[in-house]
């Protein structure tokens, strides 16, 4: 079965850092791997996601993430963070067929100070 | 944008009632989802639903748990005699096709047991 691990729950920066948010995942094969994020009282929207091709994906609000298979890792960043991007970052990986469920991480908190 | 809703976003119920938890797909999505998070706690999948049947459900969905689809546009989830430990943020989401398409998210809706 697959499993995703957050190792960070709580992340600090100051407005205009960058940032880097790390997601491991354990799964026997390729899987498709997200980021959401969930502002509070919010439902989980879709930052990017990377099903196959280049392992760099872009995504909105100037997020990307890059898929290395040998570390298992599909880590979220972003250059320059806004205060409006604090909020809760879940990595969740899919298998590849139909209606396949999502597998979340923990999530991590992102606080930005101004 | 189409969007997934969910009602009530807030429900509150006694420790035995039968609750129903409602969501309107986007429209011309084929696949339908429940997910929970409990508070503090990863988003955890409950099962997905595809042409009228449950396609897949996790250990959590067990007989209390039911889905329907009862009309053309809303997607229902059904908790029999609700616990204490059902208390948790339920979520909608809905998927154009299975596998590789991205799951569109609901805002949620708060379940409390008291």
């Known amino acids: 079965a697959q499993s995703v691990t957050q190792p960070d729950i709580h992340i600090t920066v100051s407005e205009g850092a960058s940032l880097e948010l790390r997601c491991n995942y354990s799964y026997g094969a390729t899987p498709y791997l997200f980021w959401y994020v969930q502002s509070p009282g919010q439902g989980l929207q879709l930052l990017l996601k990377y099903f196959s091709g280049d392992t760099l994906v872009q995504g909105i609000k100037g997020f990307e993430a890059e898929f290395k298979r040998s570390q298992s890792s599909f880590n979220l960043r972003k250059p320059s963070v806004h205060w409006s991007d604090a909020a809760e970052y879940f990595c969740a990986v899919g298998v590849r067929r139909t209606a396949s469920k999502l597998t979340f991480g923990t999530g991590t908190r992102l606080q930005v100070t101004l | ?114």
């Open chain 2, 1 to 114: 944008e189409p969007e997934v809703t969910q009602t009530p976003s807030h429900q509150v119920t006694q420790m035995g009632q039968e609750v129903i938890l409602r969501c309107v797909p986007i429209s011309n999505h084929l696949y339908f989802y429940w997910y929970r998070q409990i508070l503090g706690q990863k988003v955890e999948f409950l099962v997905s639903f595809y042409n009228n049947e449950i396609s897949e459900k996790s250990e959590i969905f067990d007989d209390q748990f039911s889905v329907e689809r009862p009309d053309g546009s809303n997607f229902t989830l059904k908790i029999r005699s609700t616990k204490l430990e059902d208390s948790a943020m339920y979520f909608c989401a809905s998927s154009l096709a299975g596998g590789q398409n991205e799951q569109f998210f609901g805002p949620g809706t708060r379940l409390t047991v008291l």
